[in-house]
């Protein structure tokens, strides 16, 4: 295998992707088993293993887009509500060691959970 993590070989386009959005820093994809309508996870584009490891510039920097798609989220999707959420380790149900955000729309009309 090219890439040791899956998510970095997301960013390099090794492994197919519905991206959103992509910028010098940052990339953002929809999840492959959603949540809800709309569940996409944003990631640093340099590997860090989870939010114990990665530098604070990167963690700005992929909170900032997070915030960016999920207005966009709430306006493309008219979603009610939005989750931001992060598991750091195996223990807090982390299954992708690259950190990532979801970006997790909520809805009035719950038939959009999945
Ligand atoms: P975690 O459990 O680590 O917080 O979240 C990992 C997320 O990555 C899960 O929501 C899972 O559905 C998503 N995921 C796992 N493999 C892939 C993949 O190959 N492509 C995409 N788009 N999402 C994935
Ligand atoms: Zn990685």
Request: glycine content about 6%.
């Amino acid at each position: 295998m090219k890439h040791q993590c899956l998510f970095c070989g997301i960013v390099a386009g090794d492994i197919p992707s519905v991206k959103v959005f992509e910028d010098d820093t940052t990339y953002a994809f929809m999840d492959i088993n959603p949540a809800s309508d709309g569940h996409l996870l944003v990631i640093p584009k340099r590997h860090s293993k989870d939010l114990l490891e990665i530098e604070g510039e990167d963690l700005a920097d992929v909170t900032l887009a997070a915030q960016r798609i999920a207005k966009a989220v709430v306006k493309e999707f008219g979603a009610d509500g939005v989750n931001l959420l992060n598991c750091c380790g195996a223990d807090a149900w982390q299954t992708v060691f690259h950190f990532h955000l979801h970006v997790i729309p909520r809805y009035v009309d719950k038939t959009k959970d999945r």
